[in-house]
């Protein structure tokens, strides 16, 4: 699956980069989680999708009337 903005391929750049020990990163940031809950293949799958005509953010989709959801859960 590849990324869908720029910002997700870039936080994927960064987690594999601190998975592979290229980079380090203050635990419990959301790089450093990342790098802890995917496969290397998966982060290179994201991170290896051109930047290239990919919006810089995920638009909201529209549910409803005045009601918009993004794509992925609130913490």
Request: charged share 25%; glycine share 8%.
């Amino acid at each position: 699956m590849p990324a869908v903005s720029k910002k997700q391929a870039v936080a994927m750049n960064i987690a594999k980069a601190v998975k592979q020990g290229e980079a380090t990163a203050k635990p419990g940031s959301p790089s450093a989680q990342i790098a802890g809950s995917m496969k290397p293949a998966d982060l290179n799958e994201y991170a290896g999708t051109p930047q290239r005509g990919l919006p810089m953010r995920k638009t909201p989709r529209v549910v409803s009337k005045g009601i918009t959801k993004m794509p992925f859960k609130k913490r």
